[in-house]
């Protein structure tokens, strides 16, 4: 808001109703004459270009009102170009949902792991949107962001079985998925099932081990098994891989291989939580109380791995349009010939754009998914599958930059009603 306006006090919203499905919509008033897309039809409309009266007592900038939640179409800032800027807050759509299972499923296990792990809620949603998907996230943060803490709080909340793995330049193969152990009283070889033989394995600064101990996840990551000696043994389902590594630090690390990244289905990164969330951790976490009587004590079980599972299968009946499959394929195609990328995204990026995508919206509480799942999942999905050319690199351009630059050049699906 400029000077004029702030000594006026002329609010810098103003509302309009929305030409295609006549919902009422407040967007910024210096995006006056811009193009943009209805959050509710998804049709894509002029705003207007004289600047309509202020309705009465619009909130000014730090003052904004919070939606009404049982208000059937909340008045919702919209976005000045076609799409919302990749990584936007949910928050900021129209409440479309239905009190569904799923939702209520999902706000409860969010509610329930806030207890003991404050903030990073991109963090949270992504990794729940993966285990629900099927998928496996890598974690990029500084240390003492509570990493640990959080799977350990999540695997309370789940109900599911937690392993660690400590990545080190020592670490062997055998180590990760077990090895036959000779047994003296049988006279044969038995197999001890290694630290992957759980639900929710974090392994913990996983660029510190060398590729041959990398390949060892290959398998189990993509296919939920483990084969040793041409035996192959089946992990329990759910199956999530946290894998975590640090940004800044590289000496004694190894860069993980494109295969081992590929597998990942998103690449979430966790950053310094804000200063009202630290003061909540120092409060939480400042005394002496002992961490696994705080999970058992104040954390309850919310659901179950069969629960789990089932719910994973009936996300797949998620309706996603043809018209938003193609979106998503001219998404990933346009990464393979963007300028700034040497290397672009594989069709894996694509079905866990989709699969990711039918997950959000069954935790929003719909049936269906829509162009704003697939933007605000497409940075995760994105970021660790794309290669900056050594221009780019040398130019120190960022990657999440380029991609949110890419997808506002395709054009979104319009609504069919």
């Known amino acids: 808001m400029n000077e004029s306006q702030a000594k006026h006090g002329t609010p810098e919203f103003f509302e309009f109703d929305c030409p295609s499905c006549n919902t009422r919509l407040k ?7 811009k ?3 209805c959050p509710h039809c998804q049709a894509v409309v002029d705003l207007p270009h ?3 009266a202020a309705v009465a007592g619009t909130p000014t900038q730090g003052t904004r009102k919070a939606p009404d939640e049982n208000a059937e179409h ?6 000045s170009g076609l799409t919302p800027g990749p990584g936007e ?3 900021k759509r129209p409440d479309t949902s239905r009190d569904t299972p799923t939702r209520q499923l999902y706000l409860k296990i969010t509610a329930e792991i806030s207890k003991l792990f404050v903030g990073q809620e991109e963090l949270v949603q992504g990794t729940l949107v993966a285990l629900f998907s099927g998928g496996h996230v890598l974690i990029e943060s500084v240390p003492g962001l509570g990493k640990t803490l959080f799977v350990r709080t999540l695997a309370q909340v789940l109900g599911c079985e937690f392993g660690r793995i400590q990545f080190t330049a020592d670490l062997m193969p055998s180590d990760v998925t077990g090895a036959p152990i000779y047994n003296m009283k049988t006279q044969e070889f038995d197999f001890r099932p290694g630290p992957v033989f759980t639900q929710l394995l ?6 510190r081990s060398p590729a041959k101990t990398h390949a060892a996840l290959l398998e189990i990551m993509q296919e939920k098994n483990v084969t040793v000696d041409g035996t192959t043994h089946q992990l329990a389902p759910p199956f999530l891989v946290m894998a975590t590594q640090n940004p800044i630090e590289s000496e004694g690390t190894y860069n993980l291989p494109e295969a081992q990244l590929d597998r990942f289905m998103f690449k979430l990164v966790a950053n310094y939580p ?4 630290e003061v909540n951790i120092l409060q939480l976490h400042g005394g002496q109380s002992d961490l696994d009587e705080r999970l058992s004590d104040d954390i309850q079980r919310i659901t179950n791995p069969a629960e789990i599972v089932d719910i994973t299968r009936k996300n797949s009946t998620v309706t996603v349009d043809p018209s938003l499959v193609d979106y998503i394929n001219k998404i990933v195609r346009k990464t393979r010939t963007w300028p700034a990328f040497y290397m672009g995204a594989s069709p894996r990026a694509g079905i866990a754009l989709i699969q990711g995508a039918r997950t959000l919206a069954a935790f929003h509480g719909r049936d269906y998914a829509v162009p704003d799942d697939v933007v605000e999942i497409s940075l995760s999905v994105l970021r660790h ?3 900056l050319t050594a221009e780019a690199e040398v130019e120190g351009q960022n990657v999440d930059q380029l991609l949110g630059d890419l997808i506002r050049t395709v054009e979104v699906p319009r609504s069919k009603n």
């Open 27 to 33: 967007v910024a008033r210096a995006n006056a004459g």
């Open 35 to 37: 193009q943009a897309r």
């Open 50 to 52: 004289e600047q309509p």
């Open 74 to 79: 909340p008045n919702t800032p919209v976005d």
């Open 89 to 91: 807050n949910p928050t």
């Open 202 to 207: 974090l392994a913990d600064e996983i660029n």
């Open 274 to 277: 804000t200063e009202e969330q």
């Open 385 to 387: 599958r794309v290669m």
